[in-house]
T-cell receptor, first 111, second 116 residues
Framework: GDSVTQMEGPVTLSEEAFLTINCTYT??????LFWYVQYPGEGLQLLLK?????DKGSNKGFEATYRKETTSFHLEKGSVQVSDSAVYFCALLNTGNQFYFGTGTSLTVIP | GAVVSQHPSWVICKSGTSVKIECRSL??????MFWYRQFPKQSLMLMAT?????????EQGVEKDKFLINHASLTLSTLTVTSAHPEDSSFYICSAPNAGGTDTQYFGPGTRLTVL
């Protein structure tokens, strides 16, 4: 069945460090791919998305490229800030309109 | 932006009791809402799709009589865990799509259920 595998955390980085959170997926057909972020005490929020192969989603300095050949959608940011501390979820929406989520990766950025 | 709330945020109950969790869309109407369950260090798992004015659609393996869903209005869906047992302890999250379609969801903050 469809599934998402993402890098386990927690991840701790110093401010201005480079961030990569790996995400790979398994799906039939051509899913849409997402990164959601959850700040403490809040609901999941859409961070970025890509709906077809080679699309790059970007928002708030974060980027992820839909790589069909490697079935990946890795999240990157060149310089993280303390305010980026949160839990990040990779997800796919399959052709049956069902969401599948990764387990989430907790990021802590220290000053 | 659109906001989805859940109540309560944390509930502790005795085994055998029933617990109701509310999911509200605060500034938009949602004919469809989704209920998820998350175990520690695991993915969010879709449990059911709540449909206003009709019966909920449950995912395979989810007990309909155990997890009762009622979509009473365009802004409220409730999940009732009936005769809860310790194995039902989990984090329950609801979401509602925006007017543009399913691919953008607004999520509630979640409800942590602990069954003693």
């Amino acid at each position: 069945g469809d599934s998402v595998t993402q890098m386990e955390g927690p991840v701790t980085l110093s401010e201005e460090a480079f961030l990569t959170i790996n995400c790979t997926y398994t799906a039939t057909g051509y899913p849409s791919l997402f990164w959601y972020v959850q700040y403490p005490g809040e609901g999941l929020q859409l961070l970025l998305k890509a709906t077809k192969a080679d699309d790059k989603g970007s928002n708030k300095g974060f980027e992820a490229t839909y790589r069909k050949e490697t079935t990946s959608f890795h999240l990157e940011k060149g310089s993280v800030q303390v305010s980026d501390s949160a839990v990040y979820f990779c997800a796919l929406l399959n052709t049956g309109n069902q969401f599948y989520f990764g387990t989430g990766t907790s990021l802590t950025v220290i000053p | 932006g659109a906001v989805v709330s859940q109540h309560p945020s944390w509930v502790i109950c005795k085994s055998g009791t029933s617990v109701k969790i509310e999911c509200r869309s605060l500034d938009f109407q949602a004919t469809t809402m989704f209920w998820y369950r998350q175990f520690p260090k695991q993915s969010l798992m879709l449990m059911a799709t709540s449909n206003e004015g009709s019966k909920a659609t449950y995912e395979q393996g989810v007990e309909k009589d155990k997890f009762l869903i009622n979509h009473a209005s365009l802004t409220l869906s409730t999940l009732t865990v009936t005769s809860a047992h310790p194995e039902d302890s989990s984090f329950y999250i609801c979401s509602a799509p925006n007017a543009g379609g399913t691919d953008t969801q607004y999520f509630g903050p979640g409800t942590r259920l602990t069954v003693l």
